[in-house]
């Protein structure tokens, strides 16, 4: 396909905002400055209807809740705003999904704020959610105060309600039914005894809302369809009871969808006769566009821009800000209207630069849970190169405005992708982090294995972190229950018990660790704790999801995904083109290293028994410091060593194959995953001393990333062990974050040479590899607590040295020269 | 030669991932011992024939294992954390195996060329989609050529792209047969003064200019670098000698790069124990280094490329 590709940006268009347009930056500062604020609005409306509807069906009663909020939600046009719509009536806030749990962060932290003189770290303290939520709580740029009335309404109207009705309610109350589990405190949060969680949020986690669909239908078009069907229901008997309320609820969500784009039509109206000049123009164009999508699609490009971003929108609104919906392959759903509209002379790329940046800042506003990915790249259903000049478009913006929040951008890579797209996608790294790259033949044949068409694995996109799912014809379903593959490495090495259940058996009783007479005995209870936690987490999460299923449906999301309305059912209960559900993990290189140890000392050095091992273990290696040290200098995960690589592969393919045992309920299999955005934090807090020489408490290693600091022989190595993982289909998606010093692609040559390290790792089979820019942050805190930085390398002119083994000097020259801005 | 696989290197450093050793990812294997003493070397542990001692701060966890081990008493605690005393010390090497901190480390390692060669084609699929290799570098790689020319050997072997980083201070007897066996001659060039090169260097410039000519002779791709010394080699004059040279007389020369000081490597002179009379020099500035690459430019040459670290503008102005 032919393109014009990204025009070189100066270094100083790059580095320097000045450069950005008036009205972009100050889009751009007013989210940084925003403060966090609780928004009770979509709550509120919410409990009206649900309290209104109490004898009607769910899948209605939803519709009604959407309805409610929809029409009668607080909205707003902002200054110099082009693309309208909030999915919040404050700036920064989120509509609260009390659905899954009256627990939700944002509750419980207005709870506790109320009335009382806590300070940030104290309120993050306890809203719990083990490490999560402190992560995830950069939004909190100071402590929000709630009114009375918010305090009263809350505790007095809205904790009261739904106390008992909450999917978190209601599937603890089925598990003791079930025997599920003993202790319903113990799986609230990360970190917990038993070793894998699961989690109330709809969709089960995340998705890719069917923007195609809405661009090629309308909302109209998708209510006309469902009037469609429920005309030819006429006559039939009751059983189809179920499909005739779904539809039902897809005809008054999309009517609800329609009328709330109308209602910013007629703010805009209101506004325009109030403004003068070209605002008055604008807004008179937001009026028109919003007279026009989603309801019908688009005829433009700007029209396609404020369909896409309505409907993203309306999906936060329905399912609550903390979801993660991402809208998908944004450069395909947009080039045919950029193009038309270049060649007529509607629109310049600079234009269409500018409306992408402010896109991009909306996108960015989901405070509680990101990253926000697009996904661009990559080849198209019939298997051709699918990069266009939006593509390229994209990386401007993010390269324009240095990321954004944490908005991502999946950058998908083929075998036909043009170098020069490879190139730029990698030159972003000069100046902001935030892009991620996919290898589409890995990607594609995970699906493969999944049971997508060619087709539609080919067309895929990446939703959450790194999660690949087909595009809006799917139930999500991504990243959400999950298992710690290091606490039952902890379990297996104690007959079943955790160091946070004070070594009380809570998983299977494997044999004690004096009894394993080999390595074999150590892998075989290794692998009687994963095989009983991914039973009973897959069990627990069947349960869960009947729940869901049956008194919290998702008519209107539902309503975009392919084979929904098609099937009279919706993505919680099974009606989407393809279904599965996802058990993820996240700490491979913790439980590789400390196997590799474990094999090292007792079984190949001999120099301890397993069982003075463990009680070393257990002493947190208590005057054992040497012991400690020599188990830390045993071969680490991530540099091309075999004897620990070739146990990091196993374990992937144990933890596979137990995954892969189970059918998902809904038909469609259960895809494993390996990720983690602040769980290794929280799962590390919760166990004891490893093998591997990591401390009690301290954090595991995340993703399929080496621990931390273990890479020690340059990016080559990295990438060959991470390949051989990668051989193992882990197709609901693998995280490799590698840390990168911004001078290394200063140069073009240099930049060259990482395109082709890039290349080859997609060569050798690698999937995914994301990297994160060091800041200059990040150096100075190392330059003055090296004691937490033992490896932290730092690549000069070729030359890896570790950071903290620098003089201050020369430090402060790499300090100096890393201007990084990684937002 | 008969027993090829049993020649061992005395090796410092094998770096994989290294990005400015000739073109494409290579991996640079440094060998120990240098013909040259340059105040200003970069790689000071490569200068010496023979393995040595060094001690890390940051590592050292202060439990006293290692001077407990050592059997001449050539490790001594003091306030400023343990302090070698190279005239005891045999570099035996005993206090770094009981260290587990990996606070005491032997620079310098008998290799077996079998084991030595394994690590570099670990690497093959990188060099291959980048255009990259191997560098045989240093210290002085033909100072142990028996080594280095065994290596080239078995790279040649694999089809691997062999780079020789030399400096030239050797008999063309000795360098010649390595420079054969070469793909690429990274070449070294700091100074052409003859007084100055042999004072610096220890070695007649007459010699490494030489050696350049006669690789030109037989055609043999060359990169010639020079790195630029504040106060040694960083005058416009200097730069404009070397092009000359270039110029007039190494036809077969690719590119011309010079490489900006830095002073990363103060910290390595102290853990050997050394003062460095470099240590507080300041990093060039950027349009330092783009006048330098002009003034060669201006001598014919269209090759010419800077790099390295220099001083950020931020530190300029001060």
Same mark, same amino acid.
């Given at each position: ?141 100071? /402590? ?62 995340? /998705? ?48 609800? &969808? ?55 929108? &309306? ?168 298992? %710690? ?28 660790? %004096? ?43 539902? %309503? ?33 290293? %400390? ?6 000392? &007792? ?132 995280? /490799? ?58 690549? &000069? ?27 | ?72 008493? #050539? ?73 280095? #020319? ?144 002009? #003034? ?23």
């Amino acid at each position: 396909m032919a393109n014009t590709s990204g025009v070189p940006l100066a270094r100083e268009e790059v580095s320097d905002d000045s450069y950005l347009p008036e009205r972009i930056k100050k889009f751009k500062d007013r989210l940084a400055s925003a403060v966090y604020r609780l928004d009770l609005e979509r709550v509120r409306y919410y409990t009206q209807a649900y309290k209104l509807t109490e004898n009607e069906p769910s899948y209605i009663r939803a519709a009604m809740g959407l309805e409610k909020t929809l029409t009668s939600m607080t909205i707003r046009i902002e200054d110099e705003e082009l693309i309208v719509g909030s999915k919040s009536a404050v700036a920064w806030g989120d509509p609260i999904y009390i659905e899954a749990s009256v627990n939700h962060p944002h509750i419980k932290l207005a709870l506790d704020m109320y009335g009382s003189g806590k300070s940030v770290e104290e309120a993050l303290e306890g809203m719990g959610g083990g490490g999560l939520g402190v992560e995830n709580a950069a939004f909190l740029r100071e /402590l929000p105060n709630i009114s009375e009335e918010e305090y009263s309404e809350l505790a007095k109207e809205i904790i009261p309600y739904w106390k008992n009705k909450t999917v978190e309610a209601r599937r603890i109350a089925l598990w003791e039914k079930e025997g599920v589990i003993t202790d319903r405190k113990a799986i609230a949060s990360y970190g917990n005894p038993v070793g894998w969680i699961v989690t109330d949020h709809p969709p089960q986690g995340h /998705l890719t809302v069917g923007i195609k669909k809405v661009l090629d239908m309308g909302f109209a078009g998708i209510a006309l369809q469902a009037e469609q069907k429920l005309e030819g229901l006429k006559g039939q008997a009751e059983s189809a009871k179920a499909a005739k309320d779904f539809w039902e609820s897809v005809l008054v969500s999309a009517q609800a &969808v329609c009328s709330f784009a109308s209602r910013y039509a007629a703010l805009a109206g209101e506004m325009a006769q109030k403004a003068n000049g070209q605002r008055k123009n604008d807004l008179l164009e937001i009026k028109e566009r919003c007279l026009r999508v989603p309801m019908e699609p688009p005829r433009n490009f700007m029209e396609a821009l404020q369909s896409i971003w309505i409907t993203q929108v &309306v999906a936060l609104i329905s399912y609550g800000g903390s979801s993660i919906i991402a809208p998908g392959r944004l450069d395909q759903f947009l080039y045919p209207f950029y193009r038309k509209d270049l060649d007529t002379g509607r629109i310049t790329r600079e234009q269409a630069l500018e409306a992408l940046m402010e896109y991009y800042i909306k996108l960015a506003t989901n405070i509680y849970f990101g990253p926000n990915n697009v996904t661009i790249g990559g080849i198209d259903r019939d298997g051709e190169d699918a990069v266009n000049d939006v593509s390229y478009l994209f990386l401007d913006v993010h390269l324009r405005l240095k990321g954004c929040m944490r908005n991502g951008l999946a950058v998908r890579i083929s075998p036909k992708t043009p170098p020069d797209f490879l190139r730029r996608a990698c030159y972003t790294y000069r100046y902001a982090g935030g892009v991620a790259l996919y290898n589409d033949d890995v990607v594609i044949r995970d699906l493969l294995f999944d049971g997508y068409s060619l087709e539609d694995a080919r067309n895929y996109s990446i939703v959450g972190c790194v999660e690949p799912t087909g595009t809006g014809n799917n139930n999500g379903y991504t990243a959400t229950n999950g298992i %710690s593959l290091m606490a039952l490495f902890e379990a297996a090495l104690n007959e079943g018990g955790r160091y946070v259940s004070g070594w009380k058996p809570i998983g299977p009783a494997t044999p004690p660790a %004096s009894s394993f007479e080999t390595f074999h005995d150590v892998k075989e209870a290794f692998i009687k704790q994963l095989s009983s936690a991914v039973d009973e987490c897959v069990r627990a999460a069947d349960l869960k999801d009947r729940v869901i299923a049956d008194y919290y449906p998702l008519p209107l999301l539902s %309503s975009t995904i392919e084979g929904c309305v098609e099937s009279g059912k919706d993505i919680t209960g099974g009606g989407a083109r393809y279904n599965h559900g996802c058990i993820t993990n996240g700490s491979l290189a913790t439980v590789a290293n %400390s196997m590799a140890a474990v094999r090292q000392v &007792v079984f190949d050095q001999k120099l301890l028994s397993m069982e003075e091992l463990v009680r070393r273990l257990r002493n947190n290696f208590q005057d054992a410091e040497n012991l400690r040290r020599q188990m830390l200098v045993i071969p680490k995960y991530g540099n091309d060593d075999e004897y620990v690589d070739e146990l990091a592969v196993w374990i992937t393919s144990a933890y596979n194959q137990e995954v892969r045992k189970h059918k998902f309920w809904m038909g469609g299999v259960y895809r494993p995953c390996i990720i983690s955005v602040a769980t290794h934090i929280a799962w590390g807090a919760s166990l004891g001393a490893s093998p591997d020489g990591r401390v009690a408490g301290a954090p595991i290693a995340n993703g399929i990333s080496p621990a931390n600091g273990d890479e020690r022989n340059g990016l080559t190595a990295l990438f060959a062990s991470a390949a051989k993982v990668c051989s193992i289909p882990m197709s609901d998606g693998t995280a /490799l974050n590698v840390i990168l010093n911004p001078l290394t692609v200063r140069t073009d040559e240099g930049l060259s040479k990482f395109v082709s390290l890039i290349e080859t790792y997609f060569a050798l089979g690698g999937r995914q590899v994301q990297f994160n820019p060091m800041s200059r942050e990040t150096l100075l805190d190392a330059q003055k607590n090296p004691e937490r930085y033992p490896d932290l390398n730092v690549k &000069v002119s070729g030359f890896s040295f570790r950071f903290i083994d620098l003089t201050i000097k020369v430090q402060n020259d790499i300090i100096a020269r890393t201007e990084f801005c990684v937002t | 030669m008969n027993n090829s696989t049993e020649i061992e290197g005395l090796i410092f450093n094998i770096q994989r991932d290294s990005t400015e050793d000739g073109p494409g990812i290579r991996t640079t294997v440094f060998l120990k011992g240098c013909t040259m003493h340059c105040p200003w070397c970069h790689n000071p542990e490569g200068i010496c024939l023979s393995p040595e001692l060094v001690w890390f701060e940051t590592r050292c966890i202060g439990d006293g294992d290692c001077i407990k081990k050592c059997s001449r008493e #050539a490790l001594i605690r003091t306030r400023k954390g343990v302090v070698i005393d190279r005239n005891r010390c045999t570099v035996c090497g005993e206090c770094a195996v009981v260290c587990h901190a990996g606070a005491l480390e032997v620079l310098g390692k008998k290799s077996k060329i079998d084991d030595v060669a394994a690590t570099i084609l670990r690497d093959r699929v990188f060099y291959e989609k980048s255009g990259g290799g191997v560098t045989i570098s240093g210290g002085e790689p033909s100072l142990q050529d028996d080594f280095s #020319a065994a290596l080239m050997r078995l790279m040649r072997g694999e089809g691997i792209h062999i780079a020789l980083d030399t400096c030239g201070g050797m008999s063309w007897d000795i360098l010649g047969p390595l420079v054969e066996l070469a793909d690429l001659i990274l070449y070294d060039i700091k100074l052409v003064d003859e007084e100055k090169h042999r004072q610096y260097t220890g070695i007649p410039l007459e010699m490494v200019l030489d050696n350049a000519r006669k690789i030109a002779e037989i055609n043999k791709p060359m990169w010639v670098r020079t790195p630029v010394i504040p106060g040694y080699t960083d005058s416009e004059d200097n730069i404009r000698r070397v092009a000359r040279f270039i110029v007039s007389s190494l036809p077969s020369v690719d590119r011309y790069d010079i490489l900006a000081f830095n002073s990363t490597c103060t910290g390595k002179y102290h853990r050997l124990g050394r003062s460095w009379e470099l240590e507080e020099t300041n990093p060039l500035s950027e349009k330092a280094m783009e006048k330098l690459a002009a #003034a060669a430019r201006n001598e014919g040459l269209t090759f010419v490329q800077w790099s390295g670290l220099t001083r950020s503008e931020v530190q300029s102005e001060e």
